[in-house]
């Protein structure tokens, strides 16, 4: 089971997280979260902004062995601005929270692939708070690499992804926290793939809690 840890963007974190073993890291760019990730201005017009996490994006073969799959959240954002930060900061994942259109993810995919960087993997996040919701999957499920369903019921419910009869593998998100463990353990689907995981795993906004999640790391591998 894979296990992102979204919304960070301290670089010492991240290292202690990374320490880990987690499989995934987030960086959100989303510019109206309090989690966004920015960039340094290089003071160049044609020169693109440089990652303020360079250390984290290195692809030096000292540090690759241990650097984690990156993930770079987006919502209904200009596509040269994802390709920026998709070759700043060597995003391996690129994924969209708003309402793209397969056009703008297929066009996205041809920009990125190879040029940019080759096997690059897009996830569509997909917000659901009934079983009809996993129908939105249809739309999406030719051009895309993974589904995150992030399940926004009242009581946090993941018997509606049963309801998921697609082929493209998915991970789950929405308010998991410790206490969703053993829930997660007894989880079972042909295409689950992971899950991704934040706040409840904070200090501070983009801050995560080392010991915490180790001891959920513990409790669910």
């Not at 997280?17 to 760019?29: A, P, T």
């Not at 966004?36 to 994006?57: R, T």
């Not at 249809?138 to 018997?159: H, P, R, T, V």
């Not at 929405?174 to 991704?196: L, M, V």
């Amino acid at each position: 089971m894979i296990i992102m840890v979204c919304g960070m963007r301290d670089a010492h974190n991240i290292h202690e997280v990374s320490q880990l073993g987690i499989d995934w890291i987030g960086l959100d760019f989303q510019a109206k979260s309090e989690r966004y990730v920015s960039q340094i201005s290089s003071c160049a017009g044609i020169i693109p902004d440089y990652s303020s996490l360079s250390d984290l994006s290195s692809n030096e073969p000292s540090q690759q062995s241990k650097r984690p799959i990156l993930c770079g959240v987006f919502a209904d954002d200009m596509p040269q601005n994802i390709v920026t930060r998709v070759f700043n900061f060597k995003l391996d994942i690129v994924q969209l929270n708003g309402e793209e259109s397969m056009v703008m993810v297929n066009n996205l995919r041809h920009t990125l692939d190879p040029d940019i960087h080759a096997g690059i993997k897009i996830m569509k996040r997909l917000v659901i708070t009934k079983r009809e919701d996993i129908e939105k999957y249809k739309e999406y499920e030719d051009g895309i690499d993974y589904f995150l369903f992030d399940i926004q019921n009242n009581s946090n419910d993941w018997s509606v992804l049963k309801a998921y009869d697609g082929k493209v593998p998915f991970l789950v998100s929405g308010n998991i926290g410790t206490e969703e463990a053993d829930e997660i353990k007894r989880f079972t689907h042909p295409q689950f793939y992971g899950i991704s995981i934040n706040e409840k795993f904070e200090t501070a906004p983009a801050v995560k809690d080392v010991t915490l999640l180790k001891d959920f790391l513990e409790k669910t591998r």
